[in-house]
């Protein structure tokens, strides 16, 4: 359940009424789209309905029943979701964009890289690239659809490649453990070498490439590295 203080309001006026719940903002999108993949509980902050959730005031059952026909809080709040609006303070709607924008941005700097330099953007290019293109992030649209949308735009403006890169690493038994853990999500190929080395083969983002290969010289400094063509 969402807390107090990190919910939105979310808002439908009918029959001279105001009817509000308290939402979490980062699933209003999901719930949108479909709301049997968010558990209600998860996405309400309170079960209840109000007129005036900041004043206190609650509709009476009767009003409830004669405007939803039911008091079922996960049908309450899908038809508030289709039929209202999300209510954010100036301060909110800006804290969410602001979190959103720097998640595509790092989404970008991790799965991208200049195909000229073989490297990731930097971070400031992106973001400078995104103001010169005045990309507008909602706050409220899923994050995997925003990055397509600022990767449409930014291929304009700046060269991007997402090619996947494969290494292969030959890492000591010793640092196994560790390594795995944040490799095998990227693992194409593994075995075990006759000395009790961990041989394997990783396909990435090519962004995230360096990134992976610190960690494993940070656990392993004697580990085996190679790019493959």
Aim: charged residues 30%; contains cysteine; proline residues 6%.
């Amino acid at each position: 359940m969402v807390s107090l203080d990190n919910a939105v309001l979310a808002r439908w006026e009918y029959g001279g009424k105001r009817y509000e719940i308290l939402v979490d903002p980062d699933l209003v999108d999901n719930f949108r789209n479909d709301p049997s993949s968010v558990d209600i509980d998860d996405f309400l902050a309170t079960d209840e309905v109000w007129h005036d959730a900041r004043g206190g005031d609650r509709p009476t059952e009767e009003a409830i029943d004669s405007t939803f026909a039911t008091q079922d809080i996960a049908v309450i709040a899908q038809k508030i979701l289709e039929k209202g609006s999300i209510q954010l303070t100036t301060t909110q709607r800006k804290q969410m964009v602001e979190q959103k924008r720097q998640l595509i941005i790092q989404e970008i700097h991790q799965t991208a890289i200049d195909p000229k330099a073989k490297s990731p953007h930097p971070r400031t290019r992106i973001e400078l690239a995104l103001e010169e293109s005045k990309f507008s992030v909602d706050p409220f649209k899923r994050i995997d659809i925003q990055v397509k949308d600022a990767i449409n735009v930014l291929k304009h403006m700046i060269p991007l490649s997402f090619e996947p890169i494969r290494i292969a690493f030959r890492i000591p038994s010793s640092g196994y453990g560790a390594s795995s853990k944040f490799l095998r999500p990227y693992l194409d190929k593994e075995d075990w070498l006759s000395n009790g080395d961990w041989a394997c083969i990783i396909e990435c983002p090519p962004g995230m490439a360096g990134n992976l290969i610190g960690k494993v010289k940070g656990i392993a400094s004697n580990a085996e590295v190679k790019e493959l063509d």
